[in-house]
């Protein structure tokens, strides 16, 4: 079983709509979660990042991290062609972040 | 410009040619490390640096050597390059506390052996 598991997608959403991505890890050890965007041709950008369980928001973007079920989520409001990407989640264990195999964001205008 | 800066950013080379792909980093990061990415597999760690002179293996290392003489430079090295080290590679560094800020990635190296 892999550490931590992402849908690939590609996912497909119209613009304005609420987008929801997801996923879930073995390890109860890690403690910080965080979401990179990776664009075409581009390296992983960090998003956001948050520290054991609850929400955090940064404008469209809300991470949210629920430890009790090792289930992780990046939810994006008015979503907008300009999100289109892949989105990667990535968790620290000890002195290495593990990732996600990213999930594939389309959103059509 | 904070950046992590690869060369090249293509490469098409034959099996068994001998080949570097630098990495450097402007942001006198502690941290260094080398990631491949494929397809389904998502971004697997190939080594890693924690500081000068100090490097360790990441999850793939097979095929692979790595140097770091000095804090911003960190090249990745293909002695015998074969098919299967056909991929995306990327270099990324943080602080010594990549809590702060995470990694930042440099633009990827594609590379094709043939």
């Known amino acids: 079983q892999k550490e931590v598991e992402q849908d690939p997608g590609p996912l497909s959403v119209p613009e304005g709509a609420i987008v929801s991505l997801n996923c879930t890890y073995s390890n109860s050890a890690f403690q910080y979660f965080m979401w990179y965007r990776q664009y075409s041709r581009k390296g992983p950008e960090l998003l956001m990042y948050?520290?054991?369980?609850g929400n955090k928001e940064d404008g469209r973007f809300t991470a949210q991290v629920d430890k009790s079920s090792k289930y992780i989520s990046l939810f994006i409001r008015d979503s907008q062609p300009s999100d289109s990407a892949t989105y990667l989640c990535a968790m620290l264990n000890t002195d290495k972040l593990i990732f996600g195999t990213g999930t594939r964001l389309q959103v059509f205008p | 410009e904070a950046q992590v800066t690869q060369n090249p950013r293509y490469l098409i080379t034959v099996t068994g040619k001998k080949l570097t792909v630098t990495c450097s980093q402007n942001?006198?990061?502690?941290?260094m490390s080398w990631y491949r990415q494929d397809p389904g597999l998502g971004l697997r760690q190939i080594y890693y640096?924690?500081?000068?002179?100090?490097?360790d293996k990441g999850d793939v290392p097979e095929g692979y050597k790595v140097s770091r003489k000095e804090k911003r430079n960190f090249p990745l090295i293909l002695e015998s390059p074969s098919p299967n080290q056909t991929s995306l590679y990327f270099c990324a560094s943080s602080l010594r506390d990549s809590r702060v800020d995470g990694y930042t990635f440099g633009s990827g190296t594609r590379l094709t052996v043939v």
């Open positions: 640096s924690m500081n000068v002179e100090v490097t």
């Open positions: 942001m006198n990061h502690e941290y």
């Open positions: 948050t520290y054991s369980s």
